[in-house]
């Protein structure tokens, strides 16, 4: 019912930026809530941040905190994420989400759509 498409992963040297979309398409709803996960090599996926698509409230992991911003443009169904100074151990494939839910953003298994994920690489 609801397409996630991530995009702006890439390789990147520890201190740089990146910036992640991820877009929408489908029965979107603008009451949706979107996450971002990551999950690195021999690692469970991790919770990294989260917005409601209806309202201002975001809510980050605190690894991320400070160097992470996530945003949403509801007029063009997309989500970001803004990436700075990053470190080698934010290497993984995040993962664009979306939820109906108004409860629980920080649990995978609380969301109702996934994207494909993209490859983000720090390297050294």
């Known amino acids: 019912q609801v397409r996630l498409v991530e995009s702006g992963g890439g390789l990147v040297q520890a201190g740089g930026s990146l910036r992640l979309s991820c877009a929408a398409s489908?029965?979107?709803?603008?009451?949706?809530?979107v996450g971002w996960f990551r999950q690195a090599p021999g690692k469970e996926r991790e919770f990294v941040a989260a917005?409601?698509?209806?309202?201002?409230?975001?809510l980050y992991a605190d690894a991320v905190k400070g160097r992470f911003t996530i945003s949403r443009d509801n007029a063009k169904n997309t989500a970001h994420l803004q990436m700075n100074s990053l470190k080698p151990e934010d290497t993984a494939v995040y993962y664009c989400?979306?939820?109906?839910?108004?409860?629980?953003?920080?649990?995978?298994?609380?969301?109702?759509?996934w994207g494909q994920g993209t490859q983000v690489t720090v390297s050294s």
């Open positions: 489908g029965r979107t709803s603008s009451s949706y809530a």
């Open positions: 917005i409601r698509w209806s309202g201002v409230s975001t």
């Open positions: 989400a979306a939820k109906i839910s108004l409860v629980d953003y920080v649990h995978a298994g609380a969301y109702d759509y």
